[in-house]
Nanobody, 115 residues
């Protein structure tokens, strides 16, 4: 079965960096677009970044453009989100996602940006 497992979250000061990882299994990872979403307290889940199957195309939410970079390693079935210049408003639970007939989600990893 499809499994997605996020890691790398934590507490970071404003202006700092974090690298999130998502380990995928149970499906042909290299075929599918992978996404990172986030959900802040009291807000709806929002799409942060996407990367196509071969990594040839990426898309970002306007709020993270220039600060976040999504990448993937198809040999290791992993997708990463490098986050830099973090702001308090980036505080959220970050989820790895893919669509394969339906949406699949990991359990999420909490990122807290605070001094």
């Amino acid at each position: 079965q499809v499994q997605l497992s996020e890691s790398g979250g934590g507490l970071v000061q404003p202006g700092g960096s974090l690298r999130l990882s998502c380990a995928a299994s149970g499906f042909a990872f290299s075929v599918y677009t992978m996404n990172w979403y986030r959900q802040a307290p009291g807000k709806e889940r929002e799409l942060v970044a996407s990367i196509t199957n071969a990594g040839g195309s990426t898309n970002y939410a306007d709020s993270v453009k220039g600060r976040f970079t999504i990448s993937r390693d198809n040999a290791r079935n992993t997708v990463h989100l490098q986050m830099s210049s973090l702001k308090p408003e980036d505080t959220a639970v970050y989820y790895c996602n893919t669509y394969r007939g339906r949406a699949y989600w990991g359990k999420g990893t909490l990122v807290t940006v605070s001094s």
